[in-house]
């Protein structure tokens, strides 16, 4: 392999470790959200679904749940939509203060989007007169509410929602908003799982009608009308990233087996959460 070669594939190699860190859940999780809302579909929901997507998805949305992060570049205005910035050290989110853009622009922010973007797919039952796209509104929503489940995306503002932590997983160098995305995953899938993702989704789907059926309906109820309600996935989320993702974790700090095996549940339940909501809000838009 000739230099040029070889500088050429470690740049490459370098970019790609590096998008990670940019990411919402990795590819695995956002699969695991909308494996688990399609399944719970309703007929009319499961067929508007089916419509919008692109024909090369052949009829599964989970193949078209990280389409939100590879148009980050293209679509340059949505980055900002992927996540939420709150005050450091409050644990608190409050969508007037906390749902803006770097410029300070209102609304822009992954709360803002998926109402924005519910608000599209409502337009559904009249699409000839919709001005929007709605197939990138669906693959959107269903990015975003998979995104605003993960805790480190409704994080704090100065730490960029635990992008700036060094930590180490293992013996691997990484940051901590990336333990939230994948490693924690990746490594439950290792260890748990035969490394296949599929097996996961099947164990939560199993508790989802199993031992936490009870829980259900209350992650699926918004109060009142509402088809969604990201105020309170994006309170949960930061409540969730005091408690558990920032939790005993300063710059530098080895995260081991302690770590993983006691978030690994909370990483199950946000994806499980994630998934149900997803399809109460699709049935509800499409209802
Ligand atoms: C709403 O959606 C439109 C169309 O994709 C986009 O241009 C706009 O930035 C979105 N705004 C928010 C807050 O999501
Ligand atoms: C809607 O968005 C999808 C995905 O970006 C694109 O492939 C399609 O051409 C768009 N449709 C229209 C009518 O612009
Ligand atoms: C399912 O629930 C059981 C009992 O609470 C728990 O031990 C297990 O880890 C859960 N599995 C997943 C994938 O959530």
Redo the contacts with the bound molecule.
Sequence with gaps: MGFCRGAYVLALISFLFLLPVIHGWGVDGHLTVCRIAQARLTETAAAAVKKLLPVSAEGDLGSECSWADHVKFRYH?SSA?HYIDTPDNLCSYQYTRDCKDEEGVS??CVA??IN??TN?LLTYSNAAASQ?NLT?ALL?LSHFIGDIHQPLHVGFTSDRGGNTIDVHWYTRKTVLHHVWDDSIIDTAEERFYDSAVESLIDAIQKNITGGWKDQVSTWENCGGNKPTCPDIYATEGIKAACDWAYKGVSEGSVLEDDYFLSRLPIVNWRLAQGGVRLAATLNRIFG
Excluded: I, T, V
């Design positions: 205005w939509l609304g822009r803002g989007a924005n973007y599209q929007y990138e959107f």
